[in-house]
Structure formats: C-alpha cells, structure tokens
C-alpha cells in the first residue's frame, strides 16, 4: 500500500517564498525543502513578480510587507502577531489564502501549506467536475432541443442523467394533461431488470407531491433514505419500496402554475450527497424537456389538423370531379333534345312556346358554364393546372375573346373595345387557359355594368415586378365597383361580392379564382382597383418567356 507521504512524494511540489528578512527567508526555504518542495526565493516586490510571471508554484508564501501582488496559487502570508486580528480579516477576502504568525516553526509552516494546497487541489477538482457535468448535461439538453419526438426526448432525457450521475434507475413519466402526451420512459444499469410497472404509484398522489415542489422551485433530493424519511416526501415513501432507493432525487417537469411530469433519480446500494450544481443543472434540463414535450404536442396536433383538411380538401375535389361527372350526362341530353325541339324535329313550335324554350336554353347554358367552372377547379385540384405551353399571339387571343362575347354585351347595351396600341406581343403561354382568363374577366365585366356603360380590353409590353420582360392586360369597366375591404377576397373560390349578391347577378364565385390560379400557374399575378359605383380594372400581367 502507499503511504499518504509517499503519494505526497510522487507529486511534485514548488513553492515561491518571498521575504526581505534574509534569515527568515533562508530559514522558511529550508523548511519547505525539507518537507519535498523546490523553493524559489524572492527578497523584494520586484524579484517575487517576476517569479510569479516565470512559475507555477504549489504555494507562494510572502511576508505581509511584500503581499498584494495578484497570486493564482494558494498564498500563505507571514504576519507579525501583534497584527493578527487585522490581517486575518484581509486574508479573508483573499480567497484561497491563510495566515500564519511569524517566526514560523517548520512543522507548523508544512502543516499550513500542506493544507491550502489540498484545498486548492479539491476546489480544483470540484470545478473540472461541475465543468465536465455542464458538459454532459448540455448534451444531454442539445439531444432534446434537437428532436420533436417525444419519446426521442424521453429516452435521451433517462438515458442522459442516469449516465451523468451514475444512477441505477432513472424513471419519467407525464401526468395526465393536455398539454403534452402521456409519455412513460426508463432507464437502469445493465444488471438490473426493468420496472414493469414504471414509477408504481398513484398518479394523484404523485402529482400532489410535483406540484406543491414546483410551486416551490424545489427537487426532493434524500441523500440517504435509510436515515430518514422527511415530512415533506412521506407520500413517496409507500409506493417507493419496489425501487428501493439508498437515495434519490423526485424532480419536477412543470410549465405555468402546475406540474406536468415527474423524474425520479435513484441510487440503490450507496448514499450519495447531492450538490447545489448538480440540483440547478437537473431542473434547467427539467426545464428544456418541458418546453420539448409541450412543443412536439401542439405541433402533433397540428399536424393531425392539416391532416384532416387534406383529408377534406380531397373529399372535395372528388365530390365536385363526380358531381360534374353526374350532372354533364344529363345536361348534355337535355341541350340536344332543345336543339331538336327548335329545330322542328318533333313539329312546328308554336311562337310562345318557342320563347319558353329560349328562357329554357339560357338557363341550361348558365348550368353548363357553372359545370364547366366547377371541371376546371376539380382538373386543377388533381393536375396542378398543367399547362401546353407554345408562343402565342396575345393581342389575337383578346380579340377572339372581345369578339365572342360583344354579342351579349350589345345585348346588355354595354360597349367594349379592344385597345392593341401596344402592339400584339408574343408570349410563351397556354392559348386555351388564357383564353379562359379573360373570357371570365370580360364575361364578368359585362355582368356587373350596367346599361350604357362601357368595357376596355387593353394591352402593353411592360416590365414585371421582378424586372423581367413581361405584359399587361387590363380589363377595365364602368360597372358598379366592388367593396374596398371585400376586395382581398376576390379570387377565392365561391366568394361573392356583397353587392352581387344583393342584386341577384348570377354566378358561382368560381370564375375569378379559376383566373388567379391559371394566371399563377404562368408565373404571373392579377391585381384589382375598385371604386364602389364608378367601376372596377383588373390587370393581369404575364411573363414574356412563359413559366
């Protein structure tokens, strides 16, 4: 076995003795020589600064008439005895320093240094070791920021501090609350079985205990249970025995005013101290468990809401895709037979009648542009709006548009006219869809003028927002305008303005959103400008070279 003075001897010791009495100063270097220690010797303020720039001693000892130097290691100062009560005040304040009356006597002279430097050395110690139990912990903390998992977090969490702290079993569990999921998690050392009933309590009577110590900001830490069992975790100890901790630490996982879960900390077989450090760093990662649990819950639940409007969503477009479906068979059949009725088929049509079947004719084209509209939402919805791009003649395409429809504008006595002083401009687009864009734009213009009004179809080369090359159509009409806070809603699908509700106009809300989402497919964007009862501009602008 070795002695405690030959493990003194196999460390190496240095000491600075620093002193302007030359018989004291030889007399303390030959004492802490003697015991083991390279001395080197100082006899003024200069020469001990410069030894305590060149060296790293064990121990510096100074007579009080050279002291206040800055000193990083232990400092045992020389004092005369008559000022004892007044230096042993400042020594103090000095940290890790002592006093000792002079003229020393060898044994007592070892003896005090023997002493700071063993403080030093286990202050030392209990620095490295708070560091590297930071460091763990911060891992451990990293592990569960890092993860929305719950059981991720949970088992990084038992994992982490039964290896930190040497723990035989570490147990978590959630209690019932809304605000995180019901979460169950253990860990113990390789030789011990799992219990199968995790912590085996009541979960009332647990949270009872959580609750009132994280009201409290406190962790019930028993460094050895068999000693006693404190007032304050009596509750713990009926439902403990199955575990049988030596000693513990029941932690609580809150958030607000109340707890949410519970860790238990165990050591079986030893006692074990719990530190002040070791207390803080366990409920700072406490803390960032919580705030993980709480976080990956609302985002489950979040995500099962998107879940169930995609879900919806689809529902959707599959019943309008069958809906379609159903009502274009029929509607088909009814159009030919009115075809075949007014073309005399069956007979001469009397005169009324024949008006009755125009009404009827109108009605079953409004029904077919209304299915036509809902067949584009539903395409869109399954195909991404996919598009036949090829260079297009856009000046052309607004004037097959305008020229289509100035029969039913003429039949409201509304104008429209077609503005190409910007030339007809080639763009790389889909020819249908835009067809479509616009024929809704111009077709609802129509709608909403009244008698007398006027309608404007113009087109221009103009720079995009983004500074690529691009066009601008506007539609612009006399109509009656739309509401100014109603008009972010435009281009959502079945939204109606106010006002076209209120004045019985017919549609189906679909055909501005059909616009937007074709116009975005191409890259592109539509902007509105309304003024209530003086009319309404719709800009569409597109770019040259096509999505």
Not at 152 to 163: D, T
Not at 226 to 248: C, F, I, N, T, V
Not at 405 to 416: K, M, T, W
């Amino acid at each position: 076995m070795v002695t405690q003075s030959a493990e003194k001897s196999l460390v190496p010791r240095t000491a600075i003795v620093a002193d302007p009495d030359a018989g004291r100063l030889a007399a303390t270097s030959a004492a802490l020589g003697a015991a083991g220690f390279a001395v080197s010797q100082a006899s003024s303020r200069d020469s001990l600064a410069a030894l305590l720039d060149q060296r790293d001693p064990s121990i510096v000892v100074v007579d009080q008439s050279l002291a206040g130097l800055p000193v990083e290691a232990p400092l045992l100062l020389l004092i005369d005895l008559e000022d004892e009560a007044a230096e042993a005040d400042s020594v103090r304040s000095l940290g890790m320093a002592d006093y000792i009356a002079k003229p020393a006597s060898p044994a007592e002279l070892i003896h005090r240094a023997d002493v700071l430097i063993s403080r030093a050395a286990q202050r030392s110690d209990a620095r490295q070791s708070a560091e590297r139990l930071r460091e763990q912990l911060r891992n451990v903390s990293a592990a569960v920021r890092a993860t929305h998992d719950p059981h991720l977090i949970s088992n990084y969490l038992v994992r982490g501090f039964g290896e930190t702290f040497g723990a035989d079993r570490v147990i978590f569990t959630t209690f019932d609350d809304h605000r995180v999921p019901r979460i169950s998690a253990q860990w113990h050392r390789a030789d011990l079985m799992p219990l199968t009933s995790g912590l085996g309590i009541h979960e009332d009577s647990a949270r009872r205990v959580a609750d009132h110590l994280w009201s409290d900001a406190e962790v019930l830490a028993v460094n050895d249970h068999h000693l006693d069992w404190s007032a304050g975790d009596k509750e713990l100890e009926a439902w403990a025995q199955q575990m049988s901790p030596r000693a513990s630490a029941f932690v609580p996982v809150g958030e607000g005013k109340s707890s949410l879960g519970v860790i238990w900390i165990a050591q079986l077989d030893e006692p074990r101290e719990w530190t002040r450090t070791e207390i803080s760093l366990i409920q700072h990662v406490a803390g960032n468990v919580a705030y993980g649990l709480i976080q990956s819950h609302l985002m489950s639940a979040q995500q099962q809401v998107v879940k169930q409007l995609r879900q919806l969503d689809q529902a959707k477009t599959d019943f309008l895709a069958t809906v379609n479906h159903e009502l274009r068979t029929p509607l088909t059949s009814i159009s030919a037979y009115l075809d075949m009725i007014q073309d005399g088929v069956g007979g001469p049509v009397p005169a009324d009648v024949d008006r009755m079947l125009d009404i009827i004719v109108r009605n079953s084209e409004r029904l077919r542009r209304l299915i036509e509209d809902m067949l584009t939402v539903s395409r869109q919805d399954y195909e991404g709006a996919s598009l036949h791009l090829a260079p297009v003649r856009l000046g052309h395409t607004l004037q097959i548009v305008t020229v289509a429809l100035r029969p039913l504008a003429e039949l409201g006595d509304v104008s429209i006219t077609l503005d190409l002083d910007g030339g007809d401009p080639t763009i790389t687009a889909d020819e249908v869809q835009l067809e479509q864009v616009f024929t809704n734009l111009v077709s609802n213009a129509i709608k909403f003028t009244p008698r007398g009004g006027s309608i404007v179809v113009g087109c221009r080369i103009e720079t995009m927002t983004d500074g690529t090359p691009g066009v601008n159509v506007d539609v612009r009409d006399t109509g009656v305008g739309i509401p100014e806070e109603e008009i972010p809603h435009l281009f959502t699908r079945f939204f109606r303005a106010s006002n076209a509700t209120s004045t019985a106009v017919p549609g189906s809300g679909l055909g501005l959103a059909i616009a937007h989402d074709i116009v975005k497919a191409h890259r592109g964007h539509m902007e509105v400008a309304s003024e209530l009862g003086h009319g309404t501009t719709i800009s569409v602008q597109l770019p040259v070279s096509g999505p």
